[in-house]
């Protein structure tokens, strides 16, 4: 079994945030608030930009154990050896990326839906994603929100761990832990936060203060 650090909340990186905070500069403060498992999403840097970013992330990772995954990109998921890549429905199949990044390589998928939440039981991922739980303006999508109430029916026949994605907030977070996510995948939230590190922080402090 490959290890997955995936805690309570899944910090995401993004550029479009309150101070123009770097990939590097994010994964610190979110180092600094508890985390321990992030995703760097990119769809703005050139290839060289990105590659030379992910490098200085894997250098706050490596001395404190932490993971990161690159969205889509296996690539540069592998070029940098980061744990892995996170994949979306239209992205390289998983069986393919599998066979580049190898048996250690963490994969997650994403989902929108109970067919393609079913479909991915099948796949050979290390947890998967469903969403948009609620509305989100992080990210254009023509897939209507999911809602608590088919989180909490899919949950129940997932094999791997199901993190909970798209309009998430520390509010949100608690009834997403309760019908059964493992955990919350936040942007947003986090990233247009005053302070990236204390909500980060704030997120762990209720899961453990629930009890999740």
Wanted: with cysteine; hydrophobic share 40%; glycine share 8%.
């Amino acid at each position: 079994m490959r290890p997955l650090q995936l805690g309570k909340v899944y910090p995401i990186t993004s550029l479009n945030n309150r101070q123009g905070w770097s990939h590097f500069e994010l994964v610190k403060s979110y180092l600094q608030g508890g985390g321990r498992l992030f995703q760097v999403r990119d769809t703005s840097l050139s290839d060289s930009a990105l590659y030379h970013q992910l490098l200085e992330v894997r250098s706050l990772c490596d001395p404190v154990k932490a993971q990161f995954l690159v969205n889509n990109r296996v690539d540069l998921a592998m070029a940098v050896k980061a744990h892995g890549v996170h994949l979306g429905q239209e992205d390289l199949p998983v069986a393919i990326a599998r066979k580049i990044l190898g048996k250690e390589a963490l994969i997650g998928l994403s989902t929108h839906n109970r067919d393609q939440f079913l479909d991915a039981q099948r796949e050979d991922i290390d947890y998967l994603a469903l969403g948009p739980l609620f509305p989100t303006t992080t990210k254009a999508t023509e897939n209507p929100p999911v809602g608590v109430e088919t989180l909490r029916e899919l949950v129940a026949e997932s094999r791997v761990p199901v993190v909970a994605i798209g309009g998430i907030s520390l509010e949100r977070a608690e009834d997403l832990w309760t019908a059964g996510a493992h955990s919350v995948a936040v942007i947003s939230d986090i990233t247009k936060n005053a302070d990236p590190a204390r909500r980060v922080a704030e997120y762990l402090a209720l899961a453990r203060d629930t009890g999740r």
